[in-house]
Structures are given as C-alpha cells and as structure tokens.
C-alpha cells in the first residue's frame, strides 16, 4: 500500500511542478517578447521591456540603462502567483484523473500480497 501511495504523493508534485515551470516559461517568453520587440521612437527618446511592468530602461541620447526595480518586483510577485495558481490546477487536474482512494489503494495492495507472481 505505501508504494501506491508513495506513487500517487509522486504523481502529484510531478504535476505542480510541470504547471509551475509551465508558468514561469510562459512568463520569461512574454518578457523575451517584449524585449524583441521593444520601439525607440526617435534617437533623443528612451524604451523599456518587461511584462506585465516595464523593468529596464534604455535608450534616450545620452544612452542611459537603468533597472526600474518597483516593476521588477512587482513582475516577480506576479509571476509567483501566477506559477503556483498554474501549478496547483495542473495538480487538481492531473491527479484527479487517476486518483485511487484509500480503499482501492487496500484492496489493490492486498491483491499484491495474496497472489505472488
């Protein structure tokens, strides 16, 4: 019985921990993006990147590059909650799929024990 157990505690912290990734990756593309991207309309005029908030800046004529550190913070504490909420569905919806109860996982435990291959 504890193997099944152990395979379903396994089973689950695989799963938040591809949504969790999956979060995070969605996340640092977006901001990949929006570097790529990124229009400096003239030459005297200044950019930034980042996403949901800008959190560096460059650009302007004198050429400055400063980190804007309020939109990286936030960025950060956005992408955590995002990652754990996409990593905690992934979990319900993984595991809820397959899920043994207690009693299954006795039942099948015993079947193990009584009938040796």
Same mark, same amino acid.
């Given at each position: $019985?504890?193997?099944?157990?152990? #395979?379903? #505690?396994?089973?689950?912290?695989?799963?938040?921990?591809?949504?969790?990734?999956? +979060?995070? &990756?969605?996340?640092?593309?977006?901001?990949?993006?929006?570097?790529?991207? $990124?229009?400096?309309?003239?030459?005297?005029?200044?950019? +930034?990147?980042?996403?949901?908030?800008?959190?560096?800046?460059?650009?302007?004529?004198? +050429?400055?590059?400063? $980190?804007?550190?309020?939109? &990286?913070?936030?960025?950060?504490?956005?992408? &955590?909650?995002?990652?754990?909420?996409? +990593?905690?569905?992934?979990?319900? %919806?993984?595991?809820? #799929?397959? #899920? &043994?109860?207690?009693?299954?996982?006795?039942?099948?435990?015993?079947? %193990?024990?009584?009938?040796?291959?």
């Amino acid at each position: $019985m504890k193997s099944v157990l152990i #395979r379903s #505690r396994i089973r689950h912290s695989t799963a938040f921990a591809a949504g969790f990734l999956l +979060g995070q &990756l969605c996340f640092i593309a977006a901001n990949a993006w929006s570097y790529w991207h $990124m229009v400096i309309p003239c030459e005297d005029c200044g950019g +930034g990147f980042g996403f949901p908030f800008d959190w560096y800046r460059v650009g302007g004529y004198i +050429g400055t590059v400063s $980190m804007i550190w309020s939109g &990286l913070v936030a960025d950060v504490i956005i992408v &955590l909650f995002v990652s754990i909420g996409s +990593g905690w569905i992934s979990q319900r %919806f993984f595991s809820s #799929r397959n #899920r &043994l109860t207690f009693e299954e996982a006795e039942t099948t435990s015993e079947s %193990f024990t009584t009938h040796p291959h």
